[in-house]
């Protein structure tokens, strides 16, 4: 029912900064908890930030201070601004939308982020 679809991936220096873009389809859009969440090779999911529909937001210790998450209902679009980017920070970064009441969650398709040293 939700298609979820991340851009702005990409290949950065360490110290620089990335926005990524995630659009979803749909009409219900502002009532869902949008989050971000990546992974790297070898290790398991990590939680990177999420923001809920009153715009109460939540990050993982790893980038609080340096990524935002924002969301932008009249475009069905949430962001997350990644500035100081580490090499550690590279990941595919997936983008999800939690309904909540027990629906199951969606996911996009994922993109990939490379910070080199």
């Known amino acids: 029912q939700v298609q979820l679809v991340e851009s702005g991936g990409g290949l950065v220096q360490a110290g620089g900064s990335l926005r990524l873009s995630c659009a979803a389809s749909?009409?219900?859009?502002?009532?869902?908890?949008m989050g971000w969440y990546r992974q790297a090779p070898g290790k398991q999911r990590e939680f990177v930030a999420a923001i809920n529909s009153g715009g109460s937001t939540n990050y993982g210790d790893s980038v609080k201070g340096r990524f935002t998450i924002s969301r932008d209902n009249a475009k069905n679009t949430t962001y997350l601004q990644m500035n100081s980017l580490k090499p550690e920070d590279t990941a595919v970064y997936y983008c999800n939308a939690d309904p909540g009441y027990g629906v199951t969650a969606y996911w996009g398709q994922g993109t990939q982020v490379t910070v080199s040293s």
């Open positions: 749909g009409s219900a859009f502002r009532l869902y908890t």
